[in-house]
């Protein structure tokens, strides 16, 4: 048993070792003029609410700055889409490695409560080439007739 993990231990460090050790730069990795395609899982504060997948789109238009629109399904029942959010990223890649946490900020409008929103966080993108990364992020949500609370995003991106 102690063999297997320390096993599973070493394929996961040379595997994070080669991707920190990637010919491409941070500077090729985080760039300007990059959009991306997200899909998520995640969970949101809210009575209905358990698993929440989710899709969004973003645009960096700096290296550090980039907005975007998001959406997530916080029940099975009701509208298609309950919910749609504009969002700004200021994100903050570290050196030559190949993470970049973020701050994020989003308005929306939830079309299940009929309510605005706001949501504000943190998190932290790890690129494994210049197309694909993972994703993870914690916010706070702030509904404006319903109850505040917590939200979090695990997933993974596509960039052109």
Avoid: Q
């Avoid at 920190?20 to 969970?43: H, K, N, Q, Y």
């Avoid at 309950?82 to 490695?97: K, M, S």
């Avoid at 914690?138 to 052109?160: E, H, K, P």
Wanted: proline share 2%; glycine share 10%; net charge negative.
């Amino acid at each position: 048993m102690k063999r297997s993990i320390t096993k599973g231990i070493a394929v996961l460090v040379v595997c994070a070792a080669a991707s920190i050790t990637r010919v491409e730069a941070a500077d090729d990795l985080f760039r300007a003029s990059e959009f991306s395609l997200s899909l998520f899982g995640g969970w949101v504060d809210k009575d209905d609410s358990d698993f929440t997948p989710g899709a969004g789109l973003t645009y960096y238009i700096t290296k550090h700055i980039g907005v975007g629109a998001a959406t997530y399904w916080e029940n099975w029942e009701g509208t298609f889409f309950d919910n749609v959010a504009g969002e700004g990223y200021f994100r903050l890649p570290i050196g030559d490695l190949p993470i970049a946490p973020y701050a994020v900020v989003a308005f929306g409008y939830s079309f299940e409560t009929e309510e605005t929103f706001e949501s504000f966080g943190l998190g932290a993108e790890w690129k494994f080439n210049a197309k694909w990364s993972v994703f993870g992020d914690v916010r706070y949500l702030i509904n404006n007739d319903t109850d505040d609370g917590a939200a979090l995003r695990l997933g993974a991106r596509l960039s052109f």
